[in-house]
């Protein structure tokens, strides 16, 4: 028997938000859902199977990612599919229950963020003792209850019958900072799913309420920039040297400058900037992380062109050679009104909700978007839920928390609408 096969909804994501995992390190709450999933006769595609590796976005050291293996090993995760991973997480798992209905593709993103847990007593986690067993990482966007709500699902549709199609779950690594998205969006494995939905917990929506159709608007690309110069004596011989740390100033100086758009928003921000020498040597090695976003995929890639050019220039004023790396990246997309009508119908049987909205928009983005727009480009349709949640702080806060009786709604909700597809 499986080790989640007697929690409830509820204990699960307790027992994921205690041992939460970054992007790319999935590998124990991948396991676990496999080991389920398996059971329950599903096909499983792991590792490049599950997506294509070579897209794979702000990947960590090797060193950290054997790391993470390890360590979720010793926290249960059992080997035999630790060894199917082979060193990358994430895991599509599909299940033919019919052939009269449709195929139907579901993303949940499973990924933690790098942050500090709350530890006080006000913070129910902490209270309870499932708090993050892991001192910088922490289920502080609520994916812990997606991947409650993603087996759910799977135990909804195999235990109350009624779909006569194929049920495809796309469990994705690395949503935050959108670096898994565009790789599990060229497995292949969406190229048949006719309908598809992504979903989020809470964004600021009380439990009840159910967005038919929540679209992310602002698409956004992050940009790891390292600087080379070349060190020398600050007092003695500062003409030789290269200054790295001279030219990453002149980028931020820069950055911040380039011009607003009028077609649209435009946003910048620059994070995690350093450059170790000490005062007595010139810097020969700085590095910054930059974000861009726009109010369209075009405003996106005028921000993002010109905060190039502007980190290549700054490099270039000071003789100091100039590295640009993509973190992570999103896009945009429209949800489909025959999907919304759908949710919309199927949700308003479902007892404990009590308000329906068909559309909504979020100042943020998602990766959830190229899955999307994958499924749209081959003729199928596609939605993203927001399964509200009333939560007691925001997301990425250390304080997060997900009002739990949320997860069951949001179960009940995918498995009517996609039940309502049968035998289309
Ligand atoms: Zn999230």
Redesign the pocket.
Known sequence: MGQLDSLSLTEIRRDLHRYPESGWKEFRTTALLAEELDERGFDLFFGGEALDETARLGVPPADEISAARKRARRNGAPACYLDQMDGITGLVAEKRYGSAGPTVGVRI?IDALEIREASDDDHRPARLGFASEYSNTMHA???DGHTSIGLGLARAIDEEGGFDGTLKLFFQPA??GGRGGKPMSRSGHLDDVEYFFAL?LGLGNETGTIIAGYEHPQPNAKLDVTFSGESSHAGKAPEDGRNALQALSAAIQNLYAIPRHSDGVTRINIGHVESPNPQSVVSDAATMRIEVRGGSIDLKEYMLERAERTVRHAGAMHSVDVETDRYGETTTFTADDELIDLVATAAADVPTVDRITRRQTFAASEDASYLIRRVQNSGGVATYLGIGASNVAG?HNSHFDIDETALELGVAVLAASIRSLDGD
């Open positions: 993103d966007c609520g994916h949503e935050e989020h997301h």
